[in-house]
């Protein structure tokens, strides 16, 4: 089964909150916090400097065949021997993500103020005011092939010493990055918790 293009491509910057095109999990531009926070992305998963040209990129390499990259940015060692804030865990769900209330079609109206691929309303009840509702896409409605993807064990580290120091991980069966975080399509097992708040 394909699992292409199931992934939003608009990432959310962890530093800043702004919005962009990325890949790999990373926002397409550099904020002050990106900036600040690159110092510590000083270790790679293969113990290699990064590639000419990713020296500042959301990854220190480049694509594989298989969708992953060739080596990934790590906490160094001496910053994740400092302790961790939430467990080490090594395999997450690709769950994807879901309306937490029920959803509608869209009336004509509102598919010619909203092009771009929409095809569900979800309203949110009176207590989540000021926020009236979402509109999903037919691709986030699909979202998560429910398969369990393990990662390496400096990953895991980082994940456990700097939960928000990601902004994507990877899913082995769907070969692609989604979005992690309190809005991210993975959950950690065994306990469910989403990966990367």
């Known amino acids: 089964m394909s699992h292409e293009g199931l992934c939003d491509p608009v990432v959310k910057c962890n530093f800043c909150g ?3 095109a990325g890949t790999g ?9 990106f900036r600040q926070h690159s110092r510590h992305r000083q270790a790679t998963t293969d113990g290699k400097p990064p590639r000419p040209g990713f020296e500042d990129a959301g990854a220190p390499a480049p694509l594989r065949i298989d ?13 994740r021997q400092k ?30 103020e909203h ?11 009176k207590s ?11 691709a986030q409605l699909k979202s998560g092939c429910g398969a369990v993807t393990t990662m390496g064990l400096a990953l895991a580290e980082t994940y456990a010493r700097d939960p ?10 769907c070969a692609n990055h989604c979005p992690v975080g309190t809005q991210g399509e993975f959950t950690w097992e065994p306990d ?4 990367g708040t």
């Open 18 to 20: 702004e919005t962009a």
């Open 25 to 33: 999990g990373t926002a397409a531009h550099e904020c002050e916090g």
């Open 67 to 79: 969708g992953q990259h060739e080596a990934y940015w790590v906490l160094p060692e001496e910053e």
């Open 83 to 112: 302790g961790f804030v939430r467990p080490v865990r090594r395999s997450y769900r690709h769950v994807g993500v879901r309306p937490k209330y029920p959803t509608r079609d869209l009336t004509p109206e509102e598919h010619a």
């Open 115 to 125: 092009p771009h691929g929409y095809v569900a309303y979800e309203e949110y009840p």
């Open 128 to 138: 989540a005011r000021p926020l009236a509702g979402r509109y999903w896409t037919a």
């Open 164 to 173: 928000a120091f990601y902004g994507a991980t990877f899913c082995a069966t």
């Open 192 to 195: 469910g918790s989403r990966v």
